[in-house]
């Protein structure tokens, strides 16, 4: 039985965190949390990041046993660059509207209306889609993903719209868009920036591509409407980089909101502000801290990718990863 994290008092979180390193400890495990976990669970992880760090991460693992603190699409990621390790996510229903918008099936008859076409896949995709694209890439190396692929080549990128319209715009490329979307970037919207555009003269703009409000960003830029504003279109690891880097003491950051808790804490002395307060991915929030120690108790529940998807998959996710 899992506890309830709401009804907890903060002794009790630290106790449970304390037996949650017990247990990685016990089990030899590695624990990874992407960027938009809670907080009490990004402080037991061993490495906390972005889609593709936290790829990257798994690939060079040396504990057999992970413990994947994110989504579905993430774990299986883990599982089939690091053939041989048990990958756990501890809630199965940890899944992404995303990565749901576009099948293995759909992707196929994609294809078959423009053969010879290089298919490129966000790495927010199922194993299937995976297995059957050229390349995976995220939003940190889109663009350099598609600069890789001759000019001549016809081009599928799916599934995320507003990612794609962003790197078709920064490389120039003509790209067929699949429609698909982010449930919970997608309803940043042009108008919550609009506002804080007046409300924060000083502030930098740092910006997920999957939001609704990327294009127009672009757009708005073009037009010399962004003023002296800084915006910055970046992945969650880009706008931690930028927080670091940059002398601006305020930020207005339009993606999920966990990422506000790693900002903050790095950065203490500076301020960031949600482009939209209410932009938080309920799969996301499925992870809790009683979860992952069930999970490392019970070894549960283990993500596994057919061998012969893996083996397909692998290939475009490998590209993805020689394109850092
Ligand atoms: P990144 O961590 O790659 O920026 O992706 C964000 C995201 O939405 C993952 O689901
Ligand atoms: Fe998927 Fe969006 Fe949640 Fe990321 S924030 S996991 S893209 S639903």
């Known amino acids: 039985m899992v506890a309830k994290l709401d009804s907890l008092s903060s002794s009790e979180i630290r106790a449970l965190q304390e037996e949650v390193l017990h247990w990685k ?22 490495f906390v990041g972005d889609s593709l760090a936290l790829a990257a991460r798994a690939r060079e693992a040396e504990a057999d046993l992970i413990v994947f603190c994110g989504v579905h699409f993430m774990a299986e990621t883990a599982a089939i660059l690091a053939p041989g390790k048990r990958v756990l996510l501890p809630d199965l229903e940890a899944g992404c509207s995303l990565a749901e918008s576009i099948t293995a099936e759909e992707l196929r008859a994609w294809k078959q209306q423009h053969p010879g076409a290089v298919v ?28 890789a692929i001759p000019e001549d080549r016809e081009i599928l990128f799916l599934p995320d719209m507003y990612l794609g319209a962003y790197v078709a715009s920064v490389t120039g490329r003509k790209l067929h868009l699949w429609p698909g979307e982010c449930h919970v970037h997608a309803q940043i919207r042009p108008e919550d920036l609009r506002a804080l555009l007046d409300q924060k003269p000083g502030a930098e703009f740092l910006i997920h591509p999957e939001c609704g409000c990327s294009s127009s960003c672009l757009y708005f830029a073009q037009e010399g409407a962004l003023g002296e504003h800084k915006v910055h279109i970046l992945s969650t690891g880009g706008m931690l980089r930028r927080a670091r880097e940059s002398t601006a003491r305020e930020f207005v950051v339009a993606t999920e909101v966990g990422l506000l808790y790693r900002l903050a804490k790095e950065n203490p002395s500076k301020v960031f502000v949600a482009a939209q307060p209410e932009a938080l991915c309920p799969y996301m929030k499925r992870i809790s801290l009683p979860k992952v120690l069930h999970s490392l108790q ?4 283990e993500v596994r990718v057919p061998p012969e998807i893996a083996r397909r998959a692998r290939r475009a996710l490998e590209r993805m990863l020689e394109l850092r």
Request: with cysteine; charged share 20%.
């Open 25 to 46: 400890q016990k089990k030899g495990a590695l624990i990874l949390a992407h960027n938009y976990q809670v907080p009490e669970v990004q402080e037991v992880a061993d």
């Open 120 to 147: 490129v896949s966000y790495v927010n995709t199922t194993a299937e889609v995976k297995a059957e694209s050229d390349y995976c890439c995220t939003s940190s190396n889109a663009v350099r993903v598609i600069q």
């Open 298 to 301: 019970q070894e549960v529940h």
